[in-house]
């Protein structure tokens, strides 16, 4: 009975220590990287919201930090980020019966070019781009916007994480 206890011991240790290496709970794999870089995200957008650059690059850098075991430094990075914010701009999306907006769309556009310096083929440029929907009769300000820009950022930083190291 004492060898049965001890075996399945030993075996469900075995699984879970397999289990536990070849599977990350944040579906982003490294691969051999150790390091990242993320440069400022400069604004270039005709419309330009003041706190958004700053606020994009450091909610990119959380994110990274935060689902992997990587070393954020300011330059060589294994894994290196850079881009621009190149939209931000608001829409009407729906009418109502007085011909009036019932809602406006805040869209913001970010242009993100990523280096593997370990893999290159991962390598890419490419745009991202979210919105969110807000009442027509309210200002895009206070609360309102900074509900928006979370929603947004927070779409955007999750999408670049899966093109870069989720490979989604």
């Known amino acids: 009975m004492k060898k049965i206890i001890v075996s399945a011991l030993l075996l469900i240790s075995s699984v879970l220590l397999i289990a536990c290496g070849a599977y990350s709970f944040t579906g982003?794999?490294?691969?051999?990287?150790?390091?990242?870089?993320?440069?400022?995200?400069?604004?270039?957008?005709?419309?330009i919201e003041p706190t958004?650059?700053?606020?994009?690059?450091?909610?990119?850098?959380?994110?990274?930090?935060?689902?992997?075991?990587?070393?954020?430094?300011?330059?060589?990075g294994d894994l290196y980020f850079s881009?621009?914010?190149?939209?931000?701009r608001v829409n009407p999306m729906s009418a109502t019966a007085a011909q009036t907006a019932a809602q406006n769309?805040?869209?913001?556009?970010?242009?993100v070019r990523f280096e593997n310096k370990l893999i290159e083929k991962d390598n890419f440029e490419k745009q991202f781009s979210f919105y969110s929907d807000f009442d027509a009769n309210a200002q895009?300000?206070?609360?309102?916007?900074e509900a928006a820009l979370d929603e947004i950022i927070e779409?955007?930083?999750?999408d670049i994480f899966n093109a870069s190291v989720?490979?989604?």
């Open 28 to 47: 982003g794999s490294t691969g051999d990287a150790k390091t990242l870089q993320i440069d400022f995200f400069s604004n270039q957008a005709p419309l």
């Open 52 to 76: 958004l650059s700053q606020r994009f690059t450091q909610d990119l850098q959380d994110l990274f930090t935060r689902q992997t075991n990587l070393t954020l430094i300011k330059s060589n």
């Open 83 to 88: 881009g621009e914010i190149t939209g931000y």
């Open 105 to 111: 769309r805040l869209t913001v556009t970010i242009n």
């Open 140 to 145: 895009l300000t206070g609360g309102v916007l």
């Open 155 to 158: 779409r955007i930083t999750q």
């Open 166 to 168: 989720a490979k989604w």
